[in-house]
T-cell receptor
């Protein structure tokens, strides 16, 4: 059974720092992987989707990488800002089954 | 702005009452989903639909029912609410079942007393 883990559960950094959020999964036979952002009291917003054939995707200051063989994805945030404070979730898709979500990393960026 | 609209945003109701959470999308997505989000448990799939007229059970379907009369609407009904159904409920959609990029509504916060 696929399991998705995000460590650490919470992270605090000063403004301007580059940071990496981690997502690991137990079964490498995935179809794609999505990163989401969730602000308090809000829904999830899709940030990046990486297909299994891709190694990385970029959107602005965000870069997501995927290493299927090691069961890992990372979300790199460059030059962090207080507005980046939120919970970041990753979700793994295996063809024919529902997305499996990690429990998220709550990021706090202080000014 | 295209997206998913959920209603109500928040509701308190007594145990035993019937409640329907509404969800409408305007992206013409085939697939729609209902999740609940609970502290420490994360997101769990309740029901899903691949197309109008078809629905399926997710991880935690007991106590909930859904219908998909058309492409845009996917209501979730609690026939007789219980306190354990206190949660935040999210409707989501994707162009293809399971594999498409997932888009979420803003959520409905439900408290059952």
């Amino acid at each position: 059974k696929q399991e998705v883990t995000q460590i650490p559960a919470a992270l605090s950094v000063p403004e301007g720092e580059n940071l990496v959020l981690n997502c690991s999964f137990t079964d490498s036979a995935i179809y794609n992987l999505q990163w989401f952002r969730q602000d308090p009291g809000k829904g999830l917003t899709s940030l990046l989707l990486i297909q299994s054939s891709q190694r990385e995707q970029t959107s602005g200051r965000l870069n997501a990488s995927l290493d299927k063989s090691s069961g890992r994805s990372t979300l790199y945030i460059a030059a962090s800002q207080p507005g980046d404070s939120a919970t970041y979730l990753c979700a793994v898709n295996q063809a024919g089954t529902a997305l499996i979500f990690g429990k998220g990393t709550t990021l706090s960026v202080s000014s | 702005i295209a997206g998913i609209t959920q209603a109500p945003t928040s509701q308190i109701l007594a145990a035993g009452r019937r409640m329907t959470l509404r969800c409408t999308q305007d992206m013409r997505h085939n697939a729609m989903y209902w999740y609940r989000q609970d502290l420490g448990l994360g997101l769990r799939l309740i029901h899903y639909s691949n197309t109008a007229g078809t629905t399926g059970k997710g991880e935690v379907p007991d106590g909930y029912s859904v219908s998909r009369a058309n492409t845009d609407d996917f209501p979730l009904t609690l026939a007789s609410a219980v306190p354990s159904q206190t949660s935040v409920y999210f409707c989501a959609s994707s162009s293809q079942l399971w594999t498409g990029e997932l888009f979420f509504g803003e959520g409905s916060r439900l408290t059952v007393l």
